[in-house]
């Protein structure tokens, strides 16, 4: 059964920092890309970062360009979300998604597992 914890959430300050971590389990890891969505209270759901299965190409929405840095070790099965310079309008839901297959999309219904989340509030 494929499965996807995620850990290291929590409420920080603006411009604190935050490394969200992924732990997948029941299928393949290197062999699928993984993408990290968001989502804010009344706002859609948001691809922030993607990465292919290899790690040789990645992706960022806008909005995080410079903070944020997704990264994968195929080796430990892990995939993390390292988070700098946090704003208030990063407050939200992070889930880690599986894609169907090696290249990523940004579309969330190419993403067919999905972990529950973990919250990240910015706050002062």
């Known amino acids: 059964q494929e499965k996807l914890v995620e850990s290291g959430g929590g409420l920080v300050q603006p411009g604190g920092s935050l490394k969200l971590s992924c732990a997948p389990s029941?299928?393949?890891?290197?062999?699928?890309?993984m993408g990290w969505f968001r989502r804010a209270p009344g706002k859609a759901r948001e691809l922030v970062a993607a990465?292919?299965?290899?790690?040789?190409?990645?992706y960022y929405t806008d909005a995080v360009k410079g903070r944020f840095t997704i990264s994968r070790d195929n080796d430990l099965d892990t995939m993390n979300l390292e988070m700098n310079d946090l704003r208030p309008e990063d407050t939200a839901l992070y889930s880690c998604?599986?894609?169907?297959?090696?290249?990523?999309?940004?579309?969330?219904?190419?993403?067919?597992?999905w972990g529950k989340g973990t919250q990240v509030t910015v706050t002062s």
């Open positions: 029941g299928f393949n890891f290197d062999i699928y890309a």
């Open positions: 998604a599986k894609s169907g297959g090696p290249r990523f999309s940004h579309a969330p219904h190419s993403y067919d597992s």
């Open positions: 990465i292919s299965s290899n790690g040789d190409s990645s």
